[in-house]
């Protein structure tokens, strides 16, 4: 018998404010020591009660529109009970009842479209160090502000899984309301796994793999599950509903636990958090501000980049508004610098964030057409924008003072192809290539570029070579 798989995904989104959800505290914990950004809220002191961050509600709104998605007026807190000692309060704030952000879709760049169905905020727990024989609790998490981004069971294979993650990251990172640092779990993935006999009107049980951080790990995840529950099914047992850990390690998941159900979180509304009314002017003011979605990246240099190229400069929102900036006769050029010398440098997440500006690459690139930098010497110039002690130089003052501009004056050239054909060395060559061996204009090239010392236009110099030999 033949198992179809069915995937669906949540996925958590860490939102990019200065401060946390319900509290006035420094939502960006990166290089500070455990428990260093917390306060009374996130202990969860009698008393203490949660003040909701209005960026955090902006941020929903453009998360919401970037992924197709109506934004819900009225939405309100509800809170999720559950015990764990990275969690003092309890239980989770969390919207379960009336999300703000409702139902909507994700395009792959296949085509293939994954429908959301609602995307809600809340508030994350802490974090959980464990050693041999206890655990350190670390609450400078407790209250970031998330989205957890629920997807419609409309993923059927281990690459669609991968590629609706990849294109998840790309559109909360285009608009703006993430770092997307997946190492440091801006984003996690859980992903819900499912066979069932290929013709079933009904979903197979499923299996929950939890805080996947990795594109790559969601594949093989899923790809180990959909081997695993078929030899469960083909065995004649049934496969349990629970939640999974995954080690890349090992390449397998591990149960942890059974899957809790919705009412075993005994949801209620949260009492201290009134209900949000958005007005329909608030909620287009916010969708305005959102930028060039992937999408209309893909749109707008369809056919002027190979599909290739543009995946890879997709992966950097910087480098996508730099290239919108550039004019279209130059973005090829600036596009191929971009993913084959930017990308390649060891210090290229560094250069990231701060860019050359367009006018300085528009230069780059027209001299390049003029013949007078060559492609080495176009490489060099476009590495050495980057230097903070050139920054105040014009792309064309920076190629001089290397010594880089090309020779394209033809008196000048032919004047050296003259003393470089009067050289008794390479008679034999000249002689040669009157005779048939085209192969040896390229030593009569590489002779007259040591004469010039570079400088010489190779093209051009070819070209007075051949008139010269015929």
Not at 208 to 230: C, D, G, H, M, P
Not at 348 to 365: C, G, I
Request: with cysteine.
């Amino acid at each position: 018998m033949k198992y179809i798989p069915t995937i669906g995904i949540e996925c958590h989104v860490q939102l990019s404010t200065k401060t946390k959800l319900f509290s006035e505290v420094d939502n960006d914990a990166r290089g500070k020591g455990p428990n260093s950004c917390v306060s009374p809220i996130c202990y969860a002191l009698p008393g203490m009660l949660p003040r909701l961050n209005g960026e955090a509600i902006k941020f929903a709104i453009r998360a919401g529109r970037a992924m197709n998605c109506e934004i819900n007026a009225s939405s309100r807190f509800d809170r999720k009970h559950y015990f764990y000692p990275d969690s003092p309060k309890g239980y989770q704030i969390t919207q379960f009842y009336h999300p703000i952000i409702g139902a909507g879709y994700v395009e792959l760049p296949s085509g293939t479209r994954v429908n959301i169905e609602h995307a809600h905020l809340e508030g994350d727990a802490g974090k959980l160090t464990h050693f041999d024989s206890y655990s350190l609790v670390d609450l400078n998490r407790v209250d970031t502000p998330l989205i957890e981004i629920v997807s419609m069971p409309d993923i059927h294979s281990a690459k669609d899984a991968h590629d609706y993650c990849k294109e998840l990251w790309r559109l909360m990172r285009y608009a703006k309301v993430t770092y997307g640092d997946l190492y440091n779990g801006n984003m996690r993935f859980d992903v819900n796994i499912s066979l069932a006999p290929e013709g079933s009107d009904k979903l197979g049980t499923r299996a929950e793999v939890k805080n996947l951080n990795s594109f790559r790990s969601v594949e093989r995840a899923v790809e180990y599950e959909i081997s695993r529950q078929t030899k469960i099914l083909e065995a004649g047992e049934k496969v349990m509903q629970e939640t999974r850990g995954w080690s890349d390690a090992t390449g397998k998941t591990t149960g942890q636990r059974s899957k809790e159900e919705a009412k075993d979180y005994r949801y209620m509304p949260e009492p201290d958090i009134p209900p949000i009314n958005l007005s329909k002017e608030f909620i287009e003011e916010e969708s305005k501000k959102l930028p060039l979605m992937p999408a209309d990246y893909r749109k707008k240099f369809n056919g002027k980049l190979s599909t290739d190229i543009l995946e890879v400069l997709l992966d950097y929102p910087e480098l996508m508004e730099k290239l919108n900036e550039v004019d279209d006769k130059y973005v090829i050029m600036i596009a191929n610098l971009f993913t084959s010398v930017l990308l390649a440098e060891e210090k290229s997440a560094e250069y990231l964030n701060d860019l050359p500006d367009t006018q300085k690459l528009s230069d780059l690139a027209e001299m390049n057409d003029k013949k007078e930098l060559s492609s080495t010497a176009t490489k060099e110039v476009f590495l050495r924008l980057f230097d903070p002690q050139m920054k105040s130089r014009d792309t064309k003052t920076i190629a001089k003072e290397l010594g880089l501009i090309q020779e394209n004056d033809l008196g000048a050239l032919e004047a050296i192809v003259d003393i470089v054909l009067a050289k008794p060395e390479t008679k034999k060559a000249q002689d040669d290539f009157r005779n048939g061996e085209e192969k040896v204009i390229g030593f009569l090239v590489g002779q007259v570029m040591k004469e010039s010392k570079g400088k010489a236009n190779p093209s051009a110099v070819q070209q007075i070579l051949r008139d010269k030999l015929k």
